[in-house]
């Protein structure tokens, strides 16, 4: 099935040459905040915000950026030539991608998804992208069953729930470090189902050499490769939404446990409200069993419940 969703970051020209073809009779202009123009048009709305960002939504997403903006503005045909212009994409490889390292309830999740060009053809088919790109956790949930039905079980899912994160934060004291074990032990574990992958791709988030350190034995052949906006890659994007699946799921599982109606996420104000709320009722004990400690959020929690850190048991 086409994927109903694209952002695509224009040049200044071609913000302009856009904005031309959008004052068309043909389209329907429409009011949508930080835009310099928003419309509607046949099958699809297409907004181009001022960061140069043009979003284009509907059945008919694709077919529009087709044949109206690769055509007559951006001059170059990207979609559906994703192999001509990233080679290595289609190439048997795994990524590797993580949720829940932003958010002060819940689990730290890895994934890592082995790929190659026949599985690719069908993550693109299926809609597969970059889960933070994905803003309802029912279509997460959705992508995810359907991308574990066509991955024939060639993946495989680290999940680091809060007490081992804080112990793990505790002897390491850096969340990188913390997140360059999950990766190598992700990497590890799908190597023992794919152990001829030739190569593993994550987004940068530290040093290469942290993750190659931490692989064993098994990991070491393997060629380890790190960069920015690696979620553009299949791979990574499979994983990216197989994790956050794997992560809300323990999000529901927390509210069972700590008898939450719902575990908001991130670290915001209404997180630290559900927190302060949790530690009056249940005591500081539990912020170690639903929590990552390490966040400032906790100490500002603590401190409205009257504790402090040396009330924690890690």
Not at 196 to 225: V, W, Y
Not at 227 to 247: C, Q, Y
Request: aromatic letters at 4%; one cysteine or more.
């Amino acid at each position: 099935m086409k994927q109903n969703s694209h952002t695509i970051k224009l040049t200044a020209e071609q913000q302009e040459k856009l904005i031309v073809i959008l004052q068309d009779s043909k389209y329907t202009p429409v009011e949508v905040p930080h835009t310099r123009i928003a419309v509607s048009a046949e099958n699809c709305r297409i907004n181009l915000y001022n960061s140069g960002k043009c979003l284009i939504q509907g059945k008919g997403a694709e077919d529009w950026i087709t044949f109206t903006l690769e055509p007559e503005v951006t001059g170059e045909a990207r979609l559906g030539y994703e192999a001509v212009h990233d080679p290595e994409s289609v190439q048997p490889h795994m990524g590797i991608d993580e949720s829940g390292k932003g958010d002060l309830f819940g689990p730290l999740v890895i994934s890592a998804v082995y790929t190659d060009a026949k599985t690719v053809e069908i993550l693109q088919e299926i809609g597969a992208k970059d889960s933070k790109r994905i803003s309802s956790d029912r279509v997460a949930l959705q992508l995810a069953s359907a991308i574990r039905k066509q991955l024939d079980g060639k993946y495989t899912i680290v999940t680091l729930g809060p007490e081992a994160y804080n112990r793990m934060y505790a002897s390491m004291k850096n969340v990188n470090r913390v997140l360059a074990w999950g990766h190598a032990r992700a990497i590890e574990n799908l190597l023992e189902k794919v152990p001829d992958c030739p190569r593993a791709l994550s987004d940068k988030f530290g040093p290469t050499h942290r993750i190659e350190t931490a692989l064993m034995k098994n990991g070491k052949k393997i060629q380890m490769d790190q960069r920015t906006k690696a979620e553009s890659d299949p791979a990574v994007a499979a994983a990216s939404i197989l994790a956050r699946a794997a992560f809300l799921n323990a999000l529901r599982g927390i509210e069972k446990t700590c008898g939450i109606e719902t575990v908001p996420k991130g670290c915001s104000a209404k997180v630290k409200q559900i927190a302060t709320e949790l530690v009056a009722a249940q005591g500081p004990g539990i912020l170690t069993k639903a929590c990552k400690l390490h966040f400032k959020t906790t100490e500002e929690v603590l401190k409205a419940n009257g504790y402090t850190r040396a009330d924690l048991t890690v």
